[in-house]
């Protein structure tokens, strides 16, 4: 029965995953082959997929949504959290996206683990351990080989998807270490929902949701259907279930299969040319996340453990 448990979280964890990363794949088609514009999209999808999260958690999980906002001290970092966090993360996401592709742009988010122990290193003022060392280098590695291909003279990703890449890691660090004290008192769920909501209503003050440029088809349709249903409330509804059945450790390891599923998508569905660099730096931030999900508890960098996974990012 036990055994069953785990099969069950570890299927659910992988769909979700793999849903956040062919939602990147269905972004780059909307931008390069649709003409969609980015702030449309980012703000379609906080603002539709932060109100049905809240109407999961008011409907299925029979909380109270407005509780959050009762608490003074929750409602600073709530909005921070809204304005900031998911603005910046969702944001510059999509722009490395756009100027490059789902690919390189999901792999470079997947630096903000590195980011945060390294905040935890400097904060600390304490010598990193083997483990540590062993990730900012494996991530160092992989992300030179990702934006040379292996080649010092040249870039093998555009200096604004590089820009924005390393941007959304850091975007990530900031989305992962700040809701830390929300997470003490509220829901994730909760949580993300507000924040995408905060996030799409502020967004909407930049670019309405009524404007709007692109090519509307039914493939277009489907990709923004995958987009904010399959790739944002789907994917999450999966990764949280997960939990229920793994250890949060399994879970975000598992939840590595999201780079790879964009970057074998973009190469199959949109033809984006990988090659042997790209790939082998692809597998060193990989097991980046790998070596810092697995590091002990008693290791100071498990204080850095994100509290919302990189997936949910997505």
Same mark, same amino acid.
């Given at each position: ?40 999209? !980012? ?19 029979? *909380? ?19 304005? #900031? ?26 630096? $903000? ?5 390294c905040y935890f290193v400097? +904060? ?18 992989? @992300? ?9 003279? $040249? ?11 390393? $941007? ?9 270490? *700040?809701? +830390? ?5 509220? &829901? ?17 003050f930049v670019h309405p949701?009524? !404007? ?11 990709? !923004?259907?995958? #987009? ?20 949060? @450790? ?6 590595? !299969?999201?780079?790879? $599923? ?9 033809h984006v040319p990988l ?26 960098? &498990? ?12």
């Amino acid at each position: 029965m036990v055994f069953e448990s785990r099969k069950k979280g570890i299927l659910l964890v992988i769909i979700g995953s793999m849903l956040w990363g062919i939602s990147g794949t269905a972004a780059q088609y909307l931008f390069q082959q649709k003409g969609f514009s980015q702030e449309w999209l !980012v703000e379609t999808r906080l603002l539709v997929s932060g109100i049905v999260l809240l109407l999961y958690v008011l409907l299925k999980e029979k *909380q109270d949504i407005w509780k959050v906002w009762k608490d003074k001290q929750s409602l600073l970092n709530l909005l921070l959290f809204g304005i #900031v966090g998911m603005i910046g993360v969702q944001y510059t996401y999509f722009a490395a996206v756009l100027h490059g592709n789902a690919a390189t742009a999901t792999i470079l988010q997947y630096l $903000s683990p590195v980011i945060v122990t390294c905040y935890f290193v400097i +904060r600390t003022k304490k010598i990193p351990n083997v483990r540590e060392i062993s990730a900012i280098l494996l991530a160092l590695f992989g @992300t030179f080989f990702i934006i040379t291909g292996g080649n010092l003279h $040249s870039l093998s990703i555009s200096k604004l998807a590089l820009f924005w890449g390393i $941007s959304s890691a850091f975007a990530a660090a900031f989305y992962t270490l *700040q809701p +830390r004290a929300l997470l003490a008192k509220w &829901s994730s769920t909760l949580l993300v929902g507000w924040g995408m909501t905060i996030g799409g209503i502020v967004f909407a003050f930049v670019h309405p949701p009524w !404007v709007f440029t692109g090519q509307w088809s039914v493939n277009s349709m489907f990709a !923004v259907v995958i #987009v904010v249903l399959f790739g944002t409330i789907i994917a999450f509804y999966c990764y949280l279930e997960s939990l229920k059945y793994i250890q949060p @450790t399994e879970a975000s390891i598992l939840s590595s !299969v999201e780079p790879l $599923s964009a970057a074998a998508l973009s190469v199959l569905c949109l033809h984006v040319p990988l090659g042997v660099s790209q790939w082998l730096g692809t597998a060193c931030i990989i097991c980046t996340v790998v070596i810092l999900s697995y590091t002990k508890k008693n290791e100071r960098v &498990s204080s850095s453990q994100p509290v919302i996974s990189s997936g949910e990012i997505q």
